[in-house]
């Protein structure tokens, strides 16, 4: 036998070795949750049963024949939309009647105006996804794929609910699934975009609702907003090695710690006066950074923000010349007016951030504890959110603000300025009024 030393330093290699063959399987199944893979042996001796008998009807299978069920329907649809999948593998031809039936709820599907303003982002968009078919073994027209996709991001749904509704199989809807992400993902630039010249002009808001516009206050240097800059947690699954560890913990001290920065990601937004994201950037749980590359650009490219503007950010956010950020906490009634009226403008962008989460319901919780796929999904969310908006879809969500305490941001000297000129006008405005 060998010494203790030995033996502890062989489990620990057998355990290192161990989850890391626990990454790779969950890398190749992702997104399966861990109730879905205790359950797999068992599909796995079903199917090869089910292979045996489809293989001698396999030439006669008509194609795939896709609608919605009624028990997951997707809110952009009418309920006369919502009917079940149907393959047809009998070995008699369909009927007249069948088909005609078939034919009628797909073109329902095809013709609703939801789907087709997707499809036709994607038909024409100039990334090389355009020009081919979406990945996946199921021969789907894009029409569907964006349907079956829709459901799945505006509903808390796992991979086998959508298999069995849509009568695919569970990889197939994966691959599916991400293709689509990817695709809507190259749309970013075209919908995710930075207001310029008179759109930007279009949606700038006065400083303060009390005071509303007031030119010789703008005059004096009291600037406009230009948007919100903000950030917002997506729970994910935390990789396997990293529950491993934190399984060792005692379950008294995983109560009193930080949840593990890998369980989620940081969903940096700015949106502008109408809840439109301008600004998009998704980073790891770990990264503590609070707008310093958006900083930096805007540094850099002082033609994005018009003269006499400015962004508005909570406390953690740099005080810059183009972000202003408030008092932590207020300790003057000039202060505490300043505050009351940055926070009246950041109530927007948290009502932003819930009409995200509630017209996108796979947010709330990502069963995928892969970064890259988890961030194409967020993106795909953040992108199809300001698509609805220029359909006029809305949807009120519930706030819901996330309260963290947040250490103070660097200041810059411009920054400080500005606020101090903003502080001094607003508290002027409010004693000349009262006069």
Not at 2 to 20: D, I, Q, T, V, Y
Not at 315 to 337: D, M
Not at 397 to 409: C, S, T
Request: net charge negative; with cysteine.
């Amino acid at each position: 036998m060998g010494s203790p030393g030995l033996m502890e330093f062989r489990k620990s290699c057998f355990g290192a070795a161990g989850r890391l063959m626990m990454d790779i399987m969950q890398f190749d199944w992702e997104p399966l949750g861990h109730w879905e893979l205790d359950q797999r042996l068992d599909q796995a001796v079903e199917e090869m049963i089910e292979a045996d008998l489809m293989s001698s009807v396999q030439a006669q299978c008509s194609p795939v024949l896709m609608q919605v069920s009624p028990q997951e329907d997707f809110l952009p649809f009418t309920q006369e939309q919502t009917q079940t999948v149907t393959i047809q593998v009998s070995e008699e031809p369909p009927s007249t009647v069948f088909l005609e039936e078939q034919e009628e709820n797909i073109c329902e599907i095809e013709g609703d105006p939801t789907v087709q303003y997707v499809t036709a982002l994607l038909q024409n968009s100039n990334s090389s996804h355009s020009q081919s078919r979406l990945t996946g073994r199921a021969r789907l027209s894009l029409s569907h794929t964006v349907f079956l996709s829709l459901t799945l991001l505006s509903k808390r749904l796992s991979y086998r609910t959508v298999s069995s509704t849509f009568r695919l199989e569970k990889g197939n809807i994966h691959r599916i699934f991400f293709s689509f992400c990817d695709r809507v993902n190259t749309l970013q630039d075209q919908l995710i975009r930075w207001p310029t010249g008179e759109e930007a002009a279009e949606h700038l808001l006065p400083f303060s609702s009390w005071l509303g516009w007031d030119e010789r206050l703008e005059e004096r240097g009291l600037p406009q907003v230009l948007g919100m800059l903000g950030h917002t947690r997506i729970p994910i699954r935390l990789p396997i090695s990293k529950q491993d560890g934190e399984s060792a913990v005692p379950y008294t001290k995983r109560l009193k710690k930080e949840p593990h920065p890998d369980s989620w990601l940081n969903l940096e937004l700015v949106c502008n006066s109408q809840g439109r994201f301008i600004h998009c950037r998704v980073s790891r749980g770990s990264d503590r950074d609070r707008g310093s590359a958006l900083s930096e650009k805007l540094q850099h490219n002082p033609e994005l923000m018009p003269p006499g503007t400015c962004l508005l950010a909570r406390v953690g956010y740099p005080l810059t010349g183009h972000i202003l950020t408030p008092f932590s906490p207020g300790r003057s009634p000039q202060e505490n007016l300043y505050n009351r009226s940055v926070e009246a403008h950041l109530g927007g962008f948290d009502q932003a951030v819930a009409d995200l989460k509630e017209r996108f319901q796979k947010l709330r919780y990502l069963d995928m504890g892969n970064f890259e796929r988890a961030k194409a999904v967020v993106l795909t969310c953040c992108i199809l959110h300001n698509v609805f908006l220029e359909m006029g879809h809305v949807t009120k969500g519930q706030v819901d603000r996330e309260v963290r305490e947040e250490e103070e941001g660097r200041k810059e000297e411009a920054g400080i300025t500005l606020r101090d000129t903003v502080v001094n006008l607003l508290y002027s405005a409010l004693e000349e009024g009262t006069d």
